[in-house]
């Protein structure tokens, strides 16, 4: 049984994430400051921890009991690890 909650949160941060790229890019294109183009990124990069966040929670939440409960907790874990350790490289 899945436990997977709604994920159209994660979603519309994503699109709201994608509006902003695309802001940049025009900032970039019409030659803004640097350092107001920096402090948008930052943003972005803020932006897109956070739906990390969501999505790691959502995992916890959801696939990672399900795995506990079935009896795969460790392969589970060790998938996450892995994502983990690519998202933080």
């Known amino acids: 049984m899945s436990r997977t909650r709604n994920r159209q949160p994660m979603v519309h941060r ?42 790691f929670e959502d995992h916890m939440d959801s696939c990672i009991v399900d795995a506990v409960e079935t009896g795969n907790a460790e392969a589970k874990i060790a998938e996450i690890k892995t994502a983990f350790a690519q998202y933080f490289i």
């Not at 509006?19 to 990069?45: N, T």
């Open 14 to 55: 994503m699109a709201r994430i994608e509006g902003h790229v695309r802001a940049v890019r025009e900032m970039l294109v019409s030659d803004r400051d640097c350092p107001e183009i920096l402090i948008q990124l930052a943003a972005i990069r803020a932006a897109l921890d956070g739906v990390a966040r969501l999505v």
